[in-house]
């Protein structure tokens, strides 16, 4: 079972990113997915949380009407969307698995509700 982060990298306020999570060695149909990130002195932070089927999504304040997360099931893998960065939003970014379809605005941002998670992709904003 793995899930391999990409699409992090160094990028202008204001500008764009799209990150990627594959997973391999399992189907992600059955799996409510999260983005979290970390940045250097604070604690993990919950981003976003989708549904199985992909409809239903929940955002964390601080990227709302910024960030948008989607998957792909036939592909196995799940985004984020990140536009409108800004120099707060430099973390190591995480996504991980949940063992339920879906969680609430409450209870999608406890990392003990996600068995894998992936190594974490630098996104970085700076000018």
């Known amino acids: 079972v793995q899930l391999v982060e990409s699409g992090g990298g160094l990028v202008q306020p204001g500008g764009s990113l799209r990150l990627s999570c594959a997973a391999s060695?399992?189907?992600?149909?059955?799996?409510?997915f999260g983005w979290f990130r970390q940045a250097p002195g604070k604690e993990r932070e919950a981003v976003s949380c989708?549904?199985?089927?992909?409809?239903?999504?929940t955002y964390a304040n601080s990227v709302k009407g910024r960030f948008t997360t989607s998957r792909d099931n036939a592909k196995n893998t799940v985004y984020l969307q990140m536009n409108s960065l800004k120099p707060e939003d430099t973390a190591v970014y995480y996504c991980?698995?949940?063992?339920?379809?879906?969680?609430?605005?409450?209870?999608?941002?406890?990392?003990?509700?996600?068995?894998?998670w992936g190594q974490g992709t630098q996104v970085t904003v700076s000018s």
């Open positions: 060695g399992f189907t992600l149909d059955y799996h409510a």
């Open positions: 991980a698995a949940g063992d339920g379809i879906f969680y609430s605005a409450t209870n999608y941002r406890e990392p003990v509700r996600y068995g894998y």
């Open positions: 989708i549904s199985t089927d992909g409809i239903s999504t």
